[in-house]
């Protein structure tokens, strides 16, 4: 069974649970054949209900669930006020999905360059300062070793093949990583390993996070990184500056600060995490969004700080 079947079977039987059934499906992302998400729309008793269902075809759907319920049970045990994430409804181990609410509110992604753009920076600080307070799981604590490993496909030494000029920046780079594998230290938190404008919902004052597909307990500057480092990418540098200022304002009000002294490391990691999914996905403008990622790696290499936080090594 493919994943649009496995998903329109998972729908349904969810909805004959309710005494519905499922009117339409539209896929939301099937950018990697592996996983599928769709949203459907439910309609019975006069009235509609939308969900959304995400198909893994190729891992155990458990650990995400997990996650996810983990999350959730924190959020309520703390009565966190900011952070929220889409109730899970059904976890399907026959079809392989996981079937949730849909996401409220406005897509961070798609407010403008404005005042409400910053408001939502600040938000997603006391949200992300919010997950990390959640107690730690049990078991096994994710390092960056752990990260480069799961998370960077096809891996560095591909990339270098690819677009030979920057061999040269990529050989620093697996410097850089492997000194600072052996010397930072952190303390571990519960992680999102994908937070970015996409995963993030603004309803009010509560921001709604989704896809929690890579979700482990790690350094919780990993997060931290990963946002900077995506408005970076994607932010004229003045606006940038501004966002990041705000995201920094919103998670030093909960959050451990410590964090920013750290954020170089995963600044630098993500330019090749994101390099090798361009290369992976061959998806449209790739090659030149690889080249503009491995200039900004250099560029990073080269400095000795980031927007005014301590740089890993003074």
Not at 113 to 122: K, M
Not at 173 to 188: D, G, K, L, R, Y
Not at 190 to 216: K, P, S, Y
Request: proline share 4%; net charge neutral; glycine share 4%.
């Amino acid at each position: 069974m493919n994943a649009s079947a496995s998903i329109h079977a998972a729908a349904s039987d969810f909805a004959a649970s309710l005494g519905m059934t499922v009117e339409q499906c539209h896929v939301l992302d099937s950018r990697t054949p592996e996983r599928t998400t769709t949203k459907c729309d439910l309609t019975g008793f006069g009235k509609r209900r939308t969900i959304v269902a995400k198909h893994y075809g190729d891992r155990s759907i458990r650990p995400v669930a997990e996650a996810m319920q983990y999350v959730q049970d924190g959020i309520d045990a703390l009565k966190l006020k900011v952070l929220r994430i889409p109730r899970l409804l059904r976890v399907d181990k026959l079809h392989s999905v996981v079937i949730q609410e849909f996401a409220a509110g406005v897509a961070f992604a798609a407010l403008p360059n404005s005042d409400d753009f910053l408001n939502a920076s600040y938000l997603a600080g006391e949200a992300l300062a919010e997950l990390h307070s959640i107690p730690i799981w049990p078991g096994r604590v994710m390092t960056l070793r752990d990260d480069v490993r799961d998370l960077i496909r096809p891996e560095p030494s591909q990339i270098a093949k690819k677009f030979p000029r920057f061999a040269e920046t990529l050989d620093q780079w697996n410097a850089f990583m492997q000194h600072a594998i052996f010397s930072h230290e952190f303390v571990p938190a519960v992680i999102h390993r994908d937070f970015h404008l996409r995963q993030c919902f603004v309803l009010g004052n509560t921001m709604e996070v989704i896809d929690w597909d890579d979700a482990v307990v790690g350094d919780p500057a990993f997060d931290v990184g990963y946002l900077i480092s995506y408005l970076k990418s994607h932010m004229s540098d003045t606006f940038a500056e501004k966002a990041i200022h705000e995201f920094a304002k919103g998670y030093s009000v909960r959050g451990d600060t410590s964090v920013f002294s750290r954020v170089r490391i995963y600044r630098a990691f993500n330019l090749v995490r994101r390099s090798a999914r361009r290369l992976r996905l061959r998806d449209a403008n790739w090659e030149s969004q690889v080249r503009e990622m491995l200039t900004n790696l250099q560029a990073e290499l080269d400095i000795r700080g980031y927007f005014g936080f301590a740089p890993l090594d003074s």
